[in-house]
């Protein structure tokens, strides 16, 4: 049997995953599914049962974890020390006192009326790491939200375990996408790119024969609090949502776990600082205000398949 275009789509990590792989076997999306629901299970911080609630459940004493969350709680603590503190994956109590302490699809806005803010996020200076023992101590009083970083982490481990099986592969999920291989398009990826937020059609797209594209949004996990509108990117220094004057940031890199990365540290350090942010990351992306106005940082015309001109609503 040739080699065809196989696509399967889902939800999981609290949002759509979309997978696409060049292949003869049409299973081999099956198993990538079950493994992406099995990342989602072990790393939510919605479920009491997953391994990072109990590592928050333990904060004040170490923890031994599974190799890979260990890598991937190293990895977001890495990021805060890189980005002095903007991409911080201590906001947990934060997003929690906010009223997010439960899936979006679940979020009622009404319930949180009268939750006051907890102020700045305790940062990750006093976690410890035992990469002998694969074991993390977490300050008492110290907790962490993964979603992102564990949403462009998975994306990766996902693609790169199916991009040996397959002619090339696609993994997106919720706007975190990761491409290997041949594309279906003169051997790219063709990846539209939703500045404007969640489910807006866009005519802008970006070409990828391997590599990552991510977008930060504040209009995907938003809501009406008593004091006005909130969304769910926090200021990791002060605790009040992110209000740098950016709407969304999208991040091109090697990795979506670097594009995440990036991405976070750029909206929350606002429209005067990221472009820079992104370019001196050695990376590429596009910036849309408040107004809606798009800014692509340097480079970035090199992967557009259309001006960016065309993209603007």
Known sequence: MP???????????????????????????ERAQASVERYDQRWSRFRADSELSRLNACAGRPVILARDTFALVS?????????????????????????????????????????????????????????????????AGVHLDLGGIAKGFVTDLIADRV????????????????????????????????????GESSSLSVALATGAVCTTSSRRRRWRGP????HHLLDPFDGHPANGSL????????????????????????????????SRSGLTGLLCDVSGELTGADGLERFLVQPLEAAVR
Not at 184 to 196: M, Q
Not at 227 to 230: E, I, P
Request: one cysteine or more.
């Open 163 to 198: 991009a040996d099986q397959t002619l090339g592969v696609a993994v997106n999920i919720g706007g975190d996408v990761t491409v290997r291989g041949r594309g279906p398009v003169d051997g790219t990826w063709i990846i539209g790119v939703d500045p404007y937020g969640a």
């Open 227 to 230: 004091t006005g509108w909130r």
């Open 75 to 139: 990895l977001a603590v890495e990021a805060w020390h890189r980005t002095g503190g903007h991409f911080d994956p201590t906001v947990h109590d934060g997003l929690v006192a906010a009223g997010y302490d439960r899936p979006f699809a679940c979020f009622d806005p009404e319930r949180i009326r009268g939750r006051a803010e907890l102020g700045p996020a305790p940062g990750c200076a006093g976690i410890e790491l035992d990469p002998d023992l694969c074991s993390v101590y977490l300050p």
């Open 247 to 278: 709407d969304s940031v999208t991040v091109i890199a090697s990795s979506a776990t670097d594009a995440e990365t990036v991405a976070k540290h750029a909206f929350v350090a606002g429209r005067q600082l990221a472009a820079e942010i992104i």
């Open 3 to 29: 080699a065809e275009l196989h696509q399967r789509r889902f939800d999981a990590m609290g949002t759509s995953v979309h997978l696409a792989a060049i292949t003869c076997d049409a299973t081999i999306l």
